[in-house]
């Protein structure tokens, strides 16, 4: 049910980065969906990459998809998994997006001859990036701005979030500062000084927030409200306390909705108090929080496992599966590279291993290891993307006898390269945003696990990748006992393998880690963690 007119929430950060926006931006969505208001979310990122597609996991940890195609920040996954919203090309948006823009209609002579400035050029791409979610029947879009407030790079950003007020009317936006209070040791102190620098920065700018919420390890007192109500000019009833959640990031909404939050939000916009039902998400969570079952450890290998942001989707979803299995989880992150010398101690007392996708020849024989002990101790496995590959690459090499087999992406020269480049990536040049992206569907072999497990003749699934396997050694790995369970529609690229003669073998080129959320879990991982959890039932039964 729409309530008319669209109304805006800004959301910008201050003190330090990575203080959570994203999450604090996911969860409103989710209060303000579960009182029935139809919502988009929104990033907007500073810096001049057009997107994060060619960055490393180092200097931006994950890439997400979205169904479009579009290779986006990770914020979009918690977008996603908290409010159930399907985000787009228009859901993020880089200084580098805009400018292109901008000089592209430039050299078009789209501005008539007038000098092309950052004020009013670049400002109004932004705005009209802002505006452009604010599609048919949408109440509400919630717009989140990368970085800190004082960032030279987001400040032209900042510019059109101030001017949005103007031009809107301030009745129909909302400015929430997502800011950092530090407790220092030394003094046993809460210093709520750097957030109201923070916030000064913003009135600098034009920007008075109406909401102020508060990053801390520890409770805020009394005293601490009321100095940041007195001293960032926002009302008292405005300043919100997001303290650490326990156990689950999914605890977030919960802990904003008893600080009624979500109701602010709606008093200030104008909008009427909906009942809020957060009856499934509590069930979760409390799933989440005390699960029933024992504890299943996956080992996950990858080669940034030094940087947990590299894999955020893939461990989100692990929890997901966990979470509909009703059991406790333990993930271990598996440097690749540390199994290279043949010491697979690291992957003794898993219950399951996951081979997550990935670029690039480092750390590749460690993954093999890994697909190997898998399937000669009978461990569920689940292989994502470069992970499906190895699966094919490590049966090639050890079952079909193919002696140095491999992908020609990281050997050119393999006389049997079971992984190859896709045919219609053999004349591309450059690399962004030119891989096989988006949503494609995949049809399942009956009688296949991959078709038990998501009970359905087709699905679809993202997909980010360039190399593929070959078809020209399909029977010869059928032969050795990999099975080609999923392919799309025409039958020309394989999409899924499995084992039959495994307990749970299950690879796959998409990423079923970008359409997994903690209601409604990706049936692979369901279906993964189950197995890991009967596998660990049945141990402990033979040992009793």
Known sequence: MSSGKCRYIFITGGVVSSLGKGITAASI???????GYRVTLQKLDPYLNIDPGTMSPYQHGEVYVTDDGTETDLDLGHYERFAGVSCNRNSNYTAGKIYSAVLARERKGGYLGKTVQVIPHVTDEIKKAILSQAAEGIDIAITEVGGTAGDIEGLPFLEALRELGLDLGRENVLYIHLTLIPYLSASRELKTKPSQQSASILRNIGIIPDILICRTERSLEEEHFRKLSLFCNVPLEAVVEEKNVENSIYEVPVELAEQKLDELILDRLGLPRRDLDLADWKDMLERAVKPSGPVVRIGVTGKYMGLRDAYKSIFEAITHGAI???TSLEIRGIESEDLEEGDTTQLEGLDGILVPGGFGYRGIEGKLMAVRYARENDIPFLGICLGMQCAVIETARHIAGLEGANS?????????PVIHLMEDQKNVT???GTMRLGLYPCALE????ARSVFGAALVSERHRHRYEFNNDYRDRLREAGLVCSGVSPDGSLVEIVERPDHRWFVACQFHPEFTSTPLRPNPLFRAFIQAARDRKLEISSATE
């Open 408 to 416: 020609s992406e990281f050997a050119p020269d393999s006389p049997h």
């Open 430 to 432: 450059e690399k962004g």
């Open 324 to 326: 509909a299995c009703d």
């Open 446 to 449: 009956e009688d296949s696990l």
């Open 29 to 35: 969505a989710l209060l303000l969906r579960q009182r």
